[in-house]
């Protein structure tokens, strides 16, 4: 190898020859899954990980962890998670990354519910079924939603439940009180605000405005909304309640709220049952 090529290369001879460690006695599976938790971690949690390895071993993963190429794919990595999350937790991803940062993303990425998430072999990194399931439990477990406003934790539950959410009904309960309810396997996100579209404003603000910004500046306003989500095969078919539909059929998913006086007669319910929502309908 000629000098030219060595510089190249960005070493010089006496960088080559520190380069040469002993490599027999490396743990090459704790190099890597070092590696690939640097990757997803905090410069602090990097630390930590460099920290817990052998010296040998620590050299390596700190070369290999370092310089503008490592920063870039961390930075890739980011906005590819984030442009999937954003889409699945419009409002919620954007209160905590407008709040948190590269630092709270990476945090979540160090997590045991990113790292432990379950494989889709041949999918486009990252499967967005998987990711938004390791946000929403990493949500779940932490103390973030219950240290926010309230308005975040409404926004995460409609969106938590909008994706996750099981079926909102006892079946058993209402055949017992003959009752009719949402039909089997339905499930029900409910909100005081429009947590959709509230999700575009800040999108469409957050275009001009540092995050944290559009935060305090994009308003939300009062507007009842439901969404059904009813199992149709494979697929999930949505149907959006908004304004005094909400109230007007609560009734049909919440078993704590009485039955109206003359329900089955509002038009309210009429286009329920139209809509295939209600089971056990009565006329």
Known sequence: MNRDALDHTGLDRAGLDR????????????LT??????????PGRRAELLAALPPAERAVVAEG?????????QARRRKTVADVLNVSF??????????????GLHTFLDSEFWQRRPAQPGSVFPPAATASAAFAGFLRASDWIDRQEDWVGE???????????????????DRAAGRPRLVAGAWTAEATFDVPAYGGLLRERGTVDPWTEALLL???WPAPLAVISVPAGERVRRVRLTGATVAALRWLWDTGTPVPEGAAG?????RAVGAGLVDGAVG
């Open 19 to 30: 380069t040469r460690l002993d490599h027999a006695g490396l743990d090459y599976v704790r």
């Open 33 to 42: 899954d070092t590696t690939w938790r640097i990757l997803n971690a905090t």
């Open 65 to 73: 962890t370092s310089g503008p190429g490592f920063d870039m794919e």
């Open 90 to 103: 419009p409002v919620t991803f954007f209160a905590y990354y407008g709040r948190t940062g590269a630092a």
């Open 155 to 173: 926004a995460f539950a409609f969106e938590d439940a909008h994706l996750f959410g099981g079926a909102t009904t006892d079946p058993y309960r």
């Open 218 to 220: 994009v308003k939300r």
């Open 266 to 270: 509002t038009p309210a319910y009429a």
